[in-house]
């Protein structure tokens, strides 16, 4: 049932004059440009995974950099850029992974499933060459990576919202 809303989600997804007031607030002009290089559904997706890193770090008694969370939400999918699915293309590779139990991630050399698993890892690689601190772009690296122990507050938290959205 969940990944039916997500689809009528992504079909549905647009990007108004409140989201992008949001988005101009955390990102500069470069990571502007790369983030409006994603498609629609992941810029929503994006978006809306930064705004409930917003309100946790708003609503928690920590010590997190409120904007530098958002701004990792807003750009955490940014490897994306790389190739644009289409909502079928997504849906498809959602449940080929869940029917094969992520066998089909051994085909890499198909763009949209290497996209699909491969993101995070394309997105640090992007990033890295702007100088961001190592631990902006590593929780954007391993922000899939579940052989990663839940010790680094940022990255559960980014997971806990990703996960949500």
């Not at 549905?12 to 500069?28: A, G």
């Not at 293309?89 to 051994?106: H, P």
Request: net charge positive; glycine share 2%.
């Amino acid at each position: 049932m969940y990944r039916i809303k997500q689809f009528i989600w992504a079909l549905k997804s647009e990007i108004n004059y409140e989201d992008e007031i949001f988005i101009n607030k955390y990102l500069n002009n470069k990571e502007l440009e790369l983030f409006f290089k994603l498609s629609i559904m992941d810029q929503k997706h994006s978006l809306n995974t930064a705004k409930d890193i917003k309100k946790v770090c708003e609503g928690r008694n920590n010590n997190l950099d409120k904007n530098k969370m958002i701004k990792i939400a807003l750009l955490h999918d940014i490897g994306k850029i790389q190739y644009k699915m289409n909502i079928i293309e997504k849906s498809l590779i959602v449940i080929l992974n869940k029917l094969t139990k992520g066998k089909i991630k051994k085909y890499t050399k198909v763009k949209c499933i290497n996209i699909y698993y491969n993101h995070p890892i394309i997105g640090y690689d992007l990033l890295k060459q702007y100088n961001y601190e190592e631990s902006f772009i590593n929780t954007i690296k391993n922000h899939h990576n579940n052989d990663i122990i839940k010790d680094m507050l940022e990255l559960e938290i980014l997971r806990e919202c990703d996960n949500k959205n």
